[in-house]
């Protein structure tokens, strides 16, 4: 897998700081935005990757998955420099939900940032930066939060171009039961986007969520980064060989997911990676005396990459989505 030239790359404030062989605990800060990170060096030159986690706060598996790959990787080991950062959005993480409460936005949608906006802007700015920027490939490690169910993936955007077609390798090499390739143009806002722009292959993982972190879902992303890791040559190894089991093609806004029309209580007919056919019920709102306010029938066939599974709702909140399942290859 090519990788950018020491001419392209954009250093950091850190990257004169790094040691040898070592993972260092590395506190970023800019204006009121503040990160901490852990750069692991190898002793051989070789790429930069980028891994997030906790972009959204009530997403604990990425910040498990980081901190036992750390625990396991010997840094001497790496060819080239692995950034990890457990938690990205570490007011959001620290109050247990998705957005940040010191301004109610949500960090997935803020990026390139801003250094004199909002707590978010300003921590999109400083990840953007020191984080993402310096990267020949980023991995942000997601799943359904506390309100979606999201079945086990690895998405990419399926750009015609050389940033798509790494970002490809890296998603084939994952290893994840699902490839989910999104068609262009991926809307704006996001760590991906930012990463894209700047000729950054992206991929990101979506799993079930509930505010825990399942077993099998952690130990797929913690294989799933070695995997990638051996791909971009910077752990030794063969190349890994495709392993998934379904391929997935569409659009994977979770902003425009299938809403909600009524205030009430959603219950699920349906599971998170299910094929279901037009026309199929997916679930109903009822209120508190058990009476159906709404039945949400799917629109088209397709498969589901996400349904709510929080039974509270109100009117707006994205109930499911569907996309597209076309095989073995996209």
């Avoid at 920027?133 to 955007?157: E, N």
């Avoid at 752990?235 to 998934?244: D, F, K, Q, V």
């Amino acid at each position: 897998m090519t990788t950018a030239t020491d001419a392209r790359r954009h250093r950091p404030s850190w990257w004169d700081a790094r040691q040898v062989g070592q993972v260092v605990p590395t506190q970023l800060t800019d204006r009121d935005a503040s990160v901490t990170a852990y750069i692991a060096t190898g002793n051989a030159e070789g790429p930069v990757l980028t891994l997030l986690g906790a972009v959204h706060g009530d997403e604990y598996e990425g910040p498990v998955a980081i901190a036992e790959l750390l625990a396991m990787l010997a840094a001497s080991a790496i060819s080239g420099t692995l950034i990890a950062v457990p938690v990205v959005n570490a007011p959001a993480y620290e109050a247990g939900r998705r957005t940040n409460p010191q301004d109610d936005k949500d960090l997935a949608r803020c990026f390139p940032g801003d250094r004199n906006g909002t707590p978010s802007e300003q921590l999109a700015h400083l990840i953007a930066t020191e984080c993402i920027a310096p990267a020949d490939a980023l991995i942000d490690l997601h799943s359904g939060g506390v309100a979606l169910d999201g079945a086990l993936l690895i998405g990419y955007a399926a750009m015609d171009d050389d940033a798509g077609a790494r970002s490809r390798e890296l998603a084939y090499a994952f290893g994840a039961p699902v490839i989910w390739a999104h068609p262009p143009p991926m809307p704006p806002g996001r760590t991906g986007s930012f990463a894209l722009e700047r000729g950054i292959p992206f991929v990101y993982t979506e799993a079930t969520g509930g505010g825990q972190a399942d077993r099998a879902t952690v130990a797929c992303f913690i294989e799933g980064v070695q995997r990638a890791m051996v791909a971009m040559g910077m752990l030794p190894g063969e190349s890994p060989a495709p392993r998934h089991r379904e391929i997935w093609r569409g659009g994977g806004n979770t902003d425009t997911m299938v809403a909600a029309g009524e205030d009430g209580l959603f219950r699920a007919f349906v599971s998170a990676g299910q094929v279901v056919s037009r026309g199929t019920l997916v679930g109903e709102i009822v209120d508190f005396q058990g009476r159906v306010r709404e039945r949400l029938f799917a629109p088209s066939d397709g498969v589901l990459p996400f349904i709510r599974r929080t039974p509270r709702v109100r009117v707006g909140d994205g109930l499911f989505m569907l996309t597209q399942r076309v095989g073995g290859d996209a």
